[in-house]
Structures are given as C-alpha cells and as structure tokens.
Nanobody, 125 residues
Framework: QVRLVESGGGLVQPGGSLRLSCVAS????????IGWFRQAPGKDREGVLC????????YCATSIEDRFTISRDNARNSVYLQMNNLKPEDTGVYYC??????????????????WGPGTQVTVSS
C-alpha cells in the first residue's frame, strides 16, 4: 500500500508561483495514477485539477487555464504540481491521491484509493 505526503504549500501573493510535491513511500509510483485535488474553504473537494498517468500521459482540467502543470519523477517516487499566476480563488488545501492502474485517466475523487493529508495554499496580498 502506497503512502502519499504532500509538501510545498504556503502563502503567496496573487500572480506568484508554488511547486507542490507529492512523495510516495511503501510502493513505487510507477504503478499509480496520481491526481491533484483541491478543497477551497467551506466547499467540497473539486474534481481532479491535474493527473499523471502510469503511461506518462497527463491531463489538467480546462478550468485551470493552463496555469498548472503536472510532472512525475519515478526515480524520486514523486509527482509535482507547478502552479503559476496564482489567484485568490486558488486558495485551499491541495491533496494528491493515487490509484493503482495500468494507464488511464481518473477524474473523480471516488476513483482514487490513497490520499495524502494535504498541504495548505493561501493566495493573498
């Protein structure tokens, strides 16, 4: 069973950037589709922001407007979410989640089995 831990959150001004990391332990990430999700204050967790599949394909929701990119480093057992041009509405707790799969894209949170504890991102001046 894989264990996921996020890091890299913090306070950033509008227009700034952050790079979130999702580090796995217990199993190799090669066999997991990893998705990044966000939960804004007082709201339910959204559908997947970006995901990285085991066949190296990636997907990001159109709502992100190409401001976020996802990358994977299997040698480091890590997946990263680069977030640029951050807006106040990007504030929330960011989670990475994993699903053991041979490829494929999974956009709903109920399709993922393993979750990290989350990292807080606050975008404010």
């Amino acid at each position: 069973q894989v264990r996921l831990v996020e890091s890299g959150g913090g306070l950033v001004q509008p227009g700034g950037s952050l790079r979130l990391s999702c580090v796995a332990s217990g199993e190799k990430l090669d066999y997991y589709v990893i998705g990044w999700f966000r939960q804004a204050p007082g709201k339910d967790r959204e559908g997947v922001l970006c995901l990285s599949s085991t066949d190296s394909s990636t997907y990001c929701a159109t709502s992100i407007e190409d401001r976020f990119t996802i990358s994977r480093d299997n040698a480091r057992n890590s997946v990263y979410l680069q977030m640029n041009n951050l807006k106040p509405e990007d504030t929330g707790v960011y989670y990475c989640a994993g699903r053991a799969a041979r490829g494929g894209w999974f956009e709903r949170e109920d399709e993922y089995d393993e979750w990290g504890p989350g990292t807080q991102v606050t975008v404010s001046s």
